[in-house]
């Protein structure tokens, strides 16, 4: 084992680089570019016996990789922002052809007005193209991710297209010290891939990709449906052989922190998570009850798990670095459905903060859990909350 | 000199099979002979139109080989992800082959296929030119010509039909440096049968444009496709010709043509055509032709 002090685009490419993905097609973005000018490096060097793709966009980026995965070869792209919307078609193509392919995406704002900086508006618009969504905390998780990224996409039960995001610049162009586990280790976990039952090949031909008139459409959009929401427990399953093998575990669909007795829980995804961390231990040591649950998985929602951990929550509060214009923050949305199915009654409030790259500060957290004790204690208190904003609007 | 394939060595065995095309359909034919001489070994890639909805219906497959639909802009990048894949897992002798459209090839398809060129991809693209966006209901593509009633390109008292020509994908792909890139017509099929059997050893890719009327859009009799077929490239308006090398080269070059206007009045598309517009479309094909022999005919 290495460690290296790295970037997190970096440690994505070191993750793929340990994958072992047979094609890399992709296509320029910032704030990814770094993950394909190191894999590119990789490819030169002979470090990583890949064939490097150069499509002319991110639309035949995705095409390219589903070709490659409809003959059972082991696909990798990464993207941002414009690119993955501009390669959106793609996205339920792949997912509804049970192509295990996975995509690393640096969270970046939407276009207009233009900004390269970190939010999470590009992956929330596409929540429903039946892709796994993860959210990275920090560079180590970026590379462990994208070996577990594999190991649940392409398991049988699973078979479903994995999309691995990190917070644009806040994490993919941080350093931090990261473990590089020896490539025998992963190889052992990670065993090349080997043709699956649905795909093309010389022994058993098929066509992919069929026409299902409304005679069986449903039918496998439901199946589609089914499968996402079990691999719940394959989630868990790889997430539990990780830390065996490599002793690092992330608690599969989310992770809990000092929620037992808390009686305010803010739920964050990704960067934001890192420091909230702080600040729990702060209003913990004032005696505050404050929990954290720390998001991992999007898609499938962890409806089961969210609501164990918020059962004897008074007050919930979900971190939003997008808006769902016309409503609210789009995991707002998503966490109240999942307390309404529960049963729950816990007082709900929306932080949007983050946009185009503003700063999530230590000093918000403070805010946001000041807004929730004071909720909880009965306090009236607005239901959606912008953060960090410059001036009244 | 590769022995020519006729109707006499060519294989009884159909891999394109059981689709369900229209009653003289031009295109699924170009496929199934393509198919015929490309083999068991073939990946195919189809976008969105005709012949990926008339054959793969499930449960009802009408390709016997591999195949896939690709998204309609995709043809060139899913054709080249499937060489890749093909290469990398170590399977050799088969052949990634895309099979779209004209507006699949020039218009929304056209910049993956120029990648896919671009990158010397080892795939062989056919165009099946029949000349209009024929699934969704005879609309005007990029490679309609002109004077042609499509369903948004009507024709009545202020318009001919498309106003515009066609677009010259052939020497778009050449000017790629493509390895190799041919016309091809469904009324000569011997000749496109040798192409498809050329692009077969061709390192890199290779393009083949085949036109293949569409009786439904052409408003044609279905048993005339191939007599029609033989007449685009006869009065001039359609050619055979080959980019290999680096070089042009005119495979059959008329005397004489036959009249522009028996071509047009067989065919309900181009029903409402005055004298003043086949003169403008004779004149089109003059000006083409000057071009072709000047640099061509070596």
Redesign the interface.
Known sequence: MARKFISGNDAVAEGVRLARP??I?AYPITPQTIVVERLSDFCEDGSLK??Y?????E???L???????????R?FTATSSQGLLYMA??LP?ASGARMPIVMMNANRALATPWNIYGDQMDSMFLLNAGWIQVYVEDAQEALDMMIQSYKIAEDPRVMTPFMVNLDGFVLTHTYEVVDVPEQELVDAYLPPLKLAENM???EA?????????NN?NMEFKIKQNEEMNASTAIIAEVDASFAEVFGRKYHGLLEAIACDDAEVILITTGSVAGTSRMIIEEYRNKGHKVGLIKLRYLRPFPTEALAKVLKDAKAVGVVDKNISFGYEGTIFTNVNSAILQSGLTPKVHNFICGLGGRDVTKENIREMFDALLSSAAGDSCEKIHYMNVRCAL | MMPKITAKNLTNDELFYGHKACGGCGESLAVRLAMKILGERTFASLPAGCMSAVSFIYPNMAFKTNAIITPFASTGAVAAGVAAGLKALGIENTYSVGFAGDGGTADIGLQALSGAIDRGDQIIYFCNDNEAYMNTGIQKSGLTPYGTRTTTSPAGENLPGSVTTKKNMFEIVAAHDIAYAATASVGYLEDYMMKVEKAKSVKGTSYIHILAPCPTGWGTPSEITISLAKEAVDCGLWYLAEYENGEFKLNKDPKAFTPVADYVKKQGRFKHLTETDIEHLETQRDKKWLKMRRDWNK
Do not use: D, Q, R, W
Not at chain 1, 205 to 213: D, R, V
């Open positions: 047979h094609v097609s890949a064939i793709m150069h499509v002319e966009s639309h035949s980026a095409a390219a990789a589903m070709g490659v995965s409809s003959v059972g070869a696909a078609e793609n193509y093309m090949s010389l031909p098929k066509s992919l990709c069929i026409t299902a008139g069986f």
